[in-house]
């Protein structure tokens, strides 16, 4: 807590922060400083309470101060600074909150010859259109993200106060280079906002009969709503950042020109084309951005049941593997029904990083220009990916090999997932790998200057991605690489390899790679994901009066498990219309409802079955008699503890359910309602939705965004097929 925090510039954003922290109790009293021309807004700040005390004198203002926040335009900073080096203390913490950060480093490095210490440039993604301190708000900055962008002199311990004290007011912090901030805020902020003015220039002066704004509607409220912002402090951003904008200014007019020629070329197909990019693009952002900054809550009736034919969306594990593969080989890959979720958009993002040029998703469609075993470039930055366990597992192997060091990064739950599992077999074949002092991501994979060495390992558990992840880092590697498994996993990187033309050999319970010469581009079709088809299985099981037909899922044996062990429960479940494609066995598969009940689960099932657990509790809490779960201690480091965290809610549920170190015992009976918690782990949100068709109240399930990881429009599909479900942001 501070004792006095001083504001200079009390308009939007530095009101905002005074309200904010005053609520909070971030500081005991609050000071402001701005210029005679600003004594009204001063006054105002004043009889708002919104601040303690003002001066037209800076030296009075922060006296005593020991936070200093500098919130006015960008362009009055350099003036601030110089007034503000007489009184400037080295034990006071200063922050800036503007939009450009290059330029506020480069004044105050000028005059002081050297980055202060104790200045953390900060910006907070937060704002309006209205300016002044009548529009500032206690929460504008809750849920929002704040960046710094610290200096190698900033001190640590500056930073650490400026992080709780952006944590108080509600913030989330990141942290950028500078470099890197300025170019992605000119194009998602400072672009748009000249697009607007620019276009209500246009057209008004157009508009001199008042034809146009008249007839104006909602488009062109919502695109030029940020016109309203405040023209002097936009020009202070623009002229401060205006080398990231101009080249931004002039490849927009480039596509801009090309639309037009797509006009007059009355080419529809391919402006349908610019237009579906654009639109399935910003759908991504705007999963991204809510998965960022808000929380999704289902809230689900009890009762209903499950009819009509649907296609879940494509496999989750075939979709990595396509653009992991794709993107190694010579030649094109064309990919369908590709999963659009963020979990494969992450290793999707993870390869263009890395030079490879992937057009899509669009409609499930990829089309990836392979670069070769040895095309990858060096990512620019760390690679980001999100919740995607697979995605940093097989990227690890893969990157192994190569002659560029890459860092790679996940959300707090991937950051706390162990990866040891394969830190320790590569760095057997010569890999050297970076981690936390637990085994946990960020990782950093070092480029090897020669090739790694094969080796033989014994998998001590069953696991895809560990097995993958070898295969992988065996196509880099002298001699042969070879993997046994203590259970059969899932085999896709085995047969997608065959389709790019480059098998591995396999013996029992061994599979053995060698790199034979280029992987060569194939077309790969992706079927519907058996682990989402697998909420319906269970939840078209568990309701009664329900059919519900599934079309082209993967049944790949070494996926089944769930339709196994729904099986021995006494699930009505047909295989329909079998057939393989790209490798793949395929089927629709028709569900009805049926009497369950409670079994021991056999743990040959239990590898094949991995990620089914979750919804697999449900129906054994609708099973009637017990349920018992042994050998699968792997549960326990899933995106989340999925022993515990179902455990736990069932229990909220009134389901006598007994978490076990590596399984679970069931007794089956009667689902009440209440409010349980996924702890981010998608597969948790969609069980506790299914476990709704038998509750006898509501369920309300919170942290369900991440279900856009692995299943985009579940809630839709759902409601349509007769689950009584909505969602709505916390
Ligand atoms: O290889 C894969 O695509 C996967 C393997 C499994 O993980 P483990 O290898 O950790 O069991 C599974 O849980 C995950 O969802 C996907
Ligand atoms: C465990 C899962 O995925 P990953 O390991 O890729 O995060 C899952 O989808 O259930």
């Given at each position: 807590?501070?004792?006095?925090?001083?504001?200079?510039?009390?308009?939007?954003?530095?009101?905002?922060?005074?309200?904010?922290?005053?609520?909070?109790?971030?500081?005991?009293?609050?000071?402001?400083?701005?210029?005679?021309?600003?004594?009204?807004?001063?006054?105002?700040?004043?009889?708002?309470?919104?601040?303690?005390?003002?001066?037209?004198?800076?030296?009075?203002?922060?006296?005593?101060?020991?936070?200093?926040?500098?919130?006015?335009?960008?362009?009055?900073?350099?003036?601030?600074?110089?007034?503000?080096?007489?009184?400037?203390?080295?034990?006071?913490?200063?922050?800036?909150?503007?939009?450009?950060?290059?330029?506020?480093?480069?004044?105050?490095?000028?005059?002081?010859?050297?980055?202060?210490?104790?200045?953390?440039?900060?910006?907070?993604?937060?704002?309006?259109?209205?300016?002044?301190?009548?529009?500032?708000?206690?929460?504008?900055?809750?849920?929002?993200?704040?960046?710094?962008?610290?200096?190698?002199?900033?001190?640590?311990?500056?930073?650490?106060?400026?992080?709780?004290?952006?944590?108080?007011?509600?913030?989330?912090?990141?942290?950028?280079?500078?470099?890197?901030?300025?170019?992605?805020?000119?194009?998602?902020?400072?672009?748009?906002?000249?697009?607007?003015?620019?276009?209500?220039?246009?057209?008004?002066?157009?508009?001199?009969?008042?034809?146009?704004?008249?007839?104006?509607?909602?488009?062109?409220?919502?695109?030029?709503?940020?016109?309203?912002?405040?023209?002097?402090?936009?020009?202070?951003?623009?002229?401060?950042?205006?080398?990231?904008?101009?080249?931004?200014?002039?490849?927009?007019?480039?596509?801009?020109?090309?639309?037009?020629?797509?006009?007059?070329?009355?080419?529809?197909?391919?402006?349908?084309?610019?237009?579906?990019?654009?639109?399935?693009?910003?759908?991504?952002?705007?999963?991204?951005?809510?998965?960022?900054?808000?929380?999704?809550?289902?809230?689900?009736?009890?009762?209903?049941?499950?009819?009509?034919?649907?296609?879940?969306?494509?496999d989750?594990?075939i979709s990595?593997r396509s653009i992991m593969l794709g993107?190694l080989a010579e030649g094109?890959t064309h990919v369908t029904?590709?999963?659009?979720?963020?979990?494969?958009?992450?290793?999707?993002?993870?390869?263009?990083?890395?030079?490879?040029?992937?057009?899509?998703?669009?409609?499930?469609?990829?089309?990836i220009?392979g670069?070769?075993?040895?095309?990858?470039?060096?990512?620019?930055?760390?690679?980001?990916?999100?919740?995607?366990?697979?995605?940093?597992?097989?990227?690890?192997?893969?990157?192994?090999?190569?002659?560029?060091?890459?860092?790679?990064?996940?959300?707090?739950?991937?950051?706390?997932?162990?990866?040891?599992?394969?830190?320790?077999?590569?760095?057997?074949?010569?890999?050297?790998?970076?981690?936390?002092?637990?085994?946990?991501?960020?990782?950093?994979?070092?480029?090897?200057?020669?090739?790694?060495?094969?080796?033989?390992?014994?998998?001590?558990?069953?696991?895809?991605?560990?097995?993958?992840?070898?295969l992988?880092?065996?196509?880099?590697?002298?001699?042969?690489?070879?993997?046994?498994?203590?259970?059969?996993?899932?085999d896709h990187t085995e047969r997608m390899l065959s389709g790019f033309a480059h098998p591995v050999?396999?013996?029992?319970?061994?599979?053995?790679?060698?790199?034979l010469?280029p992987l060569k581009a194939t077309d790969i079709e992706v079927p519907?994901?058996?682990?989402?088809?697998?909420?319906?299985?269970?939840?078209?099981?568990?309701?009664?009066?329900?059919?519900?037909?599934?079309?082209?899922?993967g049944?790949n044996?070494?996926?089944?498990?769930?339709?196994?062990?729904?099986?021995?429960?006494?699930?009505?479940?047909?295989?329909?219309?079998?057939?393989t494609v790209g490798g793949e066995p395929?089927?629709?598969?028709?569900?009805?409802?049926?009497?369950?009940?409670?079994?021991?689960?056999?743990?040959?099932?239990?590898?094949?079955?991995?990620?089914?657990?979750?919804?697999?509790?449900?129906?054994?809490?609708?099973?009637?008699?017990?349920?018992?779960?042994?050998?699968?201690?792997?549960?326990?480091?899933?995106?989340?503890?999925?022993?515990?965290?179902?455990?736990?809610?069932?229990?909220?549920?009134?389901?006598?359910?007994?978490?076990?170190?590596?399984?679970?015992?069931?007794?089956?009976?009667?689902?009440?309602?209440?409010?349980?918690?996924?702890?981010?782990?998608?597969?948790?949100?969609?069980?506790?939705?299914?476990?709704?068709?038998?509750?006898?109240?509501?369920?309300?399930?919170?942290?369900?965004?991440?279900?856009?990881?692995?299943?985009?429009?579940?809630?839709?599909?759902?409601?349509?097929?007769?689950?009584?479900?909505?969602?709505?942001?916390?």
């Amino acid at each position: 807590m501070f004792n006095k925090l001083c504001i200079i510039g009390v308009g939007l954003i530095g009101g905002s922060v005074a309200r904010a922290a005053r609520e909070n109790n971030l500081c005991t009293t609050i000071s402001a400083y701005g210029r005679e021309q600003e004594l009204d807004n001063l006054q105002q700040a004043l009889a708002l309470k919104v601040v303690d005390s003002y001066s037209l004198d800076l030296g009075e203002a922060v006296a005593d101060a020991d936070c200093v926040i500098i919130a006015t335009p960008v362009g009055a900073m350099p003036d601030i600074f110089k007034q503000l080096e007489p009184y400037w203390s080295d034990n006071v913490l200063y922050m800036d909150a503007g939009s450009t950060k290059g330029s506020v480093v480069t004044a105050l490095s000028e005059l002081f010859s050297g980055m202060p210490a104790n200045f953390v440039p900060a910006h907070p993604i937060a704002g309006a259109e209205k300016s002044g301190v009548d529009a500032s708000l206690v929460d504008l900055f809750e849920g929002k993200r704040v960046i710094f962008t610290p200096c190698v002199q900033t001190g640590d311990n500056f930073i650490q106060q400026a992080t709780r004290f952006w944590q108080g007011l509600g913030s989330t912090v990141s942290y950028m280079q500078i470099e890197q901030h300025d170019a992605v805020l000119a194009a998602t902020s400072h672009l748009p906002h000249i697009m607007a003015f620019a276009l209500v220039d246009l057209l008004g002066r157009k508009d001199e009969q008042g034809d146009i704004f008249k007839y104006a509607a909602g488009g062109f409220k919502d695109f030029t709503r940020i016109a309203s912002s405040d023209p002097t402090m936009w020009v202070d951003i623009c002229m401060a950042n205006k080398q990231h904008i101009i080249p931004l200014i002039e490849q927009f007019c480039s596509e801009l020109d090309d639309v037009k020629q797509m006009l007059q070329g009355s080419q529809a197909q391919a402006l349908h084309n610019t237009f579906t990019y654009a639109r399935n693009a910003r759908q991504r952002f705007l999963d991204q951005h809510n998965n960022m900054t808000q929380s999704i809550i289902f809230t689900v009736q009890p009762g209903g049941h499950l009819q009509g034919e649907v296609r879940v969306p494509g496999d989750k594990s075939i979709s990595h593997r396509s653009i992991m593969l794709g993107s190694l080989a010579e030649g094109v890959t064309h990919v369908t029904g590709f999963l659009e979720g963020d979990d494969a958009l992450a290793t999707l993002r993870a390869f263009q990083a890395m030079g490879v040029q992937i057009e899509g998703p669009v409609d499930g469609k990829v089309t990836i220009h392979g670069v070769g075993l040895d095309g990858l470039q060096a990512p620019k930055e760390p690679i980001y990916l999100g919740n995607s366990g697979t995605s940093m597992r097989l990227l690890c192997g893969l990157l192994a090999g190569q002659k560029f060091d890459a860092v790679l990064t996940g959300d707090k739950s991937l950051s706390g997932r162990p990866m040891r599992r394969v830190i320790d077999p590569l760095s057997k074949m010569g890999a050297i790998i970076e981690s936390t002092e637990n085994g946990t991501a960020p990782l950093t994979i070092r480029g090897q200057s020669g090739a790694l060495q094969g080796i033989h390992y014994d998998m001590p558990i069953a696991s895809a991605q560990v097995k993958s992840c070898l295969l992988l880092a065996g196509l880099y590697a002298q001699g042969e690489t070879s993997v046994t498994e203590p259970a059969p996993t899932r085999d896709h990187t085995e047969r997608m390899l065959s389709g790019f033309a480059h098998p591995v050999k396999q013996k029992g319970n061994q599979v053995t790679i060698s790199r034979l010469g280029p992987l060569k581009a194939t077309d790969i079709e992706v079927p519907s994901d058996i682990s989402s088809a697998a909420f319906f299985l269970v939840g078209a099981s568990i309701a009664a009066n329900s059919d519900l037909t599934l079309k082209h899922v993967g049944i790949n044996p070494t996926r089944t498990g769930v339709i196994n062990i729904l099986q021995l429960m006494g699930a009505n479940i047909e295989l329909l219309n079998q057939c393989t494609v790209g490798g793949e066995p395929v089927a629709d598969i028709r569900v009805r409802s049926a009497t369950l009940k409670g079994i021991v689960i056999p743990e040959e099932f239990v590898a094949l079955a991995i990620d089914e657990f979750p919804v697999l509790f449900v129906a054994a809490a609708c099973a009637e008699g017990t349920t018992i779960l042994t050998g699968a201690k792997e549960l326990r480091v899933k995106e989340s503890d999925r022993i515990q965290v179902m455990a736990d809610g069932l229990q909220i549920l009134g389901v006598d359910a007994q978490p076990t170190e590596d399984g679970m015992v069931i007794q089956g009976g009667k689902i009440g309602g209440g409010t349980v918690v996924s702890h981010g782990d998608h597969r948790i949100a969609m069980s506790f939705a299914m476990a709704a068709l038998r509750a006898s109240e509501t369920i309300i399930i919170d942290d369900c965004a991440n279900v856009n990881t692995s299943f985009p429009g579940f809630v839709t599909l759902t409601a349509q097929l007769g689950l009584n479900i909505g969602s709505k942001e916390a």
